[in-house]
């Protein structure tokens, strides 16, 4: 028997690729040497990205202007559903042949006939990722209920899966409507037919996309607000073991949307990634702020998110990412729910980067999704991938209570080679950091002032001996990155 991905790696890796120039090799891996980033090629890549998840269903989207827009302003990933909107768009993976007609008032799904126009959308997508370095989150499975209003969007009165929309003959599955309360019936291991179409689905998605570098995620938010059986995630993690060993060369990195803090996570084997939407440990915002009203103000202590991403990664030693960090600032949702300006934003995007862990942004406003005109997450996020573009992160790991001594300011680092710091300033931060580098033995490194707003070098290079103590005064009162790199090197 071959070996699994699992089987086979000695650690965890996810890579954000620093350019856009199209890759050479086929699947994504997990870095060998530091199980915090991922790998793909001779690349090293960090994730990062935001963009249209319905995009597949909705055919109102153009691929290629999206994916266009999405790398020239730094993103190499985005959060993508296989279906999950197929009820409000015209596309999806099955024909509508009926007989009979569906809730929606159109002819049911039959789903023993595969939507040819479909599956061809889904390639010119993955392919045109794939020649931009974009790395998607494949979402497989959504939820089949509306978090206890299901009239609101009405996903599983239209679900393909729903018996009153398919020719299938599926049994033990609500009818109509249905509510919240019914989701374990979706997620059953028990149903011996509903698992075999459920295979047969996710087989036709491997069989097309596994070649692809992608991570797959086995559902958006499932156990986050629905009833989920831990056997049905452990069911999927298994089906990819087995595909993995019947295709040499494939790499299946997977994960799932779940509530990590319910323990999904402890108890399924197999995931590689950790999606830490809605863990509390990753919430960005952790103290009280009026950002919305003040640009110079955040909610976001950047020092406490360092430390609670370490433990989350310390404890499950796998890559963190994050399949919905926030949403875009200019979206029209409560404050609680986006980033309030972009002093804050800039604050999670970097909080997140410098934790080591990996982000997509939320997006839903289709009409400026792949415009020319980007919101304040492309700004911001344009800006960090040029820093990352500096540096060799992959090598770095976050030292989030050993390096500096006073002050906010958060710590990516290799050993005794580089050290590269952000502070995030603002109304709630002084305008200095000290930092303790006496593990670099009085050498000298060669230091660069980086701004955060532009994404340009700030002033001259200038020159550190480390030391027990060494201040840095930040130049302006504002937010700054910093790196160092020893002398030489």
Known sequence: MIPTCRQRATGFAIFLATTTAPLLAQ????????????????????????????????????????????????????????????????????????????????????????????????????????????????????????????????????????????????????????????????????????????????????????????????????GLDTKISDRWLQHWTDFFDAYEASHPGITILATVDTNVDRGHYDRIKNLDVVNIHGARAARPFTRQGKPDKDPNDSRVDVKQMQIKLNKLYKKYKKPLINSRLASDPDRKRPLRDRPGNALETRHILWGYFFSAAHFISFRNELSTSWTQQPQTTERQQRALRKFMGR?????????????????????????????????????????????????????????????????????????????????????TDEDWALYLRRTGE
């Open 27 to 222: 699947t994504l891996q997990l870095h060998p040497h530091n199980p915090r980033w991922f790998l793909y090629g001779s690349q090293h890549v960090a994730l990062s990205g935001n963009g249209i998840w319905q995009l597949i269903p909705d055919t109102d989207i153009p691929i290629t202007q999206h994916n266009t827009f999405a790398a020239n302003h730094g993103a190499n990933t985005n959060r993508i559903t296989l279906f999950s909107f197929c009820h409000q768009e015209e596309l999806c993976p099955w024909q509508r042949t009926g007989p009979g007609t569906a809730n929606d008032g159109k002819p049911k799904y039959n789903l023993d006939k595969p939507n040819k126009v479909y599956w061809q959308r889904v390639v010119t997508y993955f392919e045109d990722c794939k020649k931009r370095a974009i790395f998607p989150l494949v979402q497989i499975w959504g939820e089949c209920y509306v978090e206890g209003a299901p009239v609101g969007e009405q996903r599983w009165l239209q679900n393909p899966f729903n018996p009153d929309n398919n020719v299938n003959n599926l049994t033990n599955l609500p009818r109509g409507l249905a509510d919240a309360g019914r989701d374990d019936a979706f997620y059953n291991t028990d149903n011996p037919k509903l698992i075999t179409y459920q295979n047969h689905f996710v087989t036709q998605a491997l069989d097309k996309l596994a070649h692809f570098p992608v991570i797959w995620d086995i559902g958006n938010e499932i």
């Open 391 to 475: 540096i060799e992160f992959w090598k770095c790991v976050p030292r989030p209570t050993t390096i500096v001594t006073t002050g906010d300011a958060v710590v990516l680092a290799e050993t005794n080679r580089q050290y590269a710091f952000y502070t995030p300033n603002g109304n709630h931060f002084a305008d200095r950091f000290v930092a303790d580098l006496s593990e670099a033995n009085n050498a000298t490194f060669d230091a660069q002032w980086f701004n955060p707003r532009t994404g340009q070098i700030a002033g001259p290079a200038f020159k550190v001996v480390t030391g027990p103590a060494v201040e840095f005064k930040l130049p």
